[in-house]
């Protein structure tokens, strides 16, 4: 009789936590997500003002689930693409802008890994001009 109680305890116990870890896993998601949509608005040729506040609102509210090799990444990235960096790079941004994918990709445990010898991302611009307000 204990042991089955026992095995129902700990079924249901790791029951709730595969759904805990679920919801979290959603969660961050979510807040992946809305960062690379900030991304459109502060891309070169695109940028707009309110771009530029939803992609510092998608920044701070990662703050929430990141794990630190994911806002490593991100600090890295910002320092790049700041308004005040004198000296940007091409080359570093595509390299700092990777690594951040990368490690949301790794926290996300999306399957396969990937190789980060050789994993590279770059963003689209649709090529059309912002309105002006």
């Given at each position: 009789?204990?042991?089955?109680?026992?095995?129902?305890?700990?079924?249901?116990?790791?029951?709730?936590?595969?759904?805990?870890?679920?919801?979290?896993?959603?969660?961050?998601?979510?807040?992946?997500?809305?960062?690379?949509?900030?991304?459109?608005?502060?891309?070169?040729?695109?940028a707009t003002p309110e771009g530029h506040r939803n992609f510092s609102r998608?920044?701070?509210?990662?703050?929430?689930?990141?794990?630190?090799?994911?806002?490593?990444?991100?600090?890295?990235?910002?320092?790049?693409?700041?308004?005040?960096?004198?000296?940007?790079?091409?080359?570093?941004?595509?390299?700092?802008?990777?690594?951040?994918?990368?490690?949301?990709?790794?926290?996300?445990?999306?399957?396969?890994?990937?190789?980060?010898?050789?994993?590279?991302?770059?963003?689209?611009?649709?090529?059309?001009?912002?309105?002006?307000?």
């Amino acid at each position: 009789m204990f042991g089955g109680i026992t095995v129902a305890g700990l079924s249901y116990w790791f029951t709730k936590q595969r759904e805990r870890e679920a919801d979290w896993r959603k969660e961050k998601l979510e807040h992946y997500k809305d960062f690379v949509a900030s991304l459109s608005g502060v891309i070169s040729g695109e940028a707009t003002p309110e771009g530029h506040r939803n992609f510092s609102r998608a920044c701070n509210k990662m703050m929430l689930v990141a794990p630190q090799q994911v806002m490593d990444a991100l600090h890295g990235f910002q320092q790049e693409i700041k308004i005040s960096n004198k000296d940007k790079s091409l080359e570093r941004h595509d390299a700092l802008m990777s690594k951040f994918f990368f490690e949301i990709r790794k926290d996300l445990a999306i399957s396969p890994s990937d190789d980060p010898e050789t994993f590279k991302v770059w963003l689209w611009a649709s090529g059309q001009k912002p309105r002006d307000p």
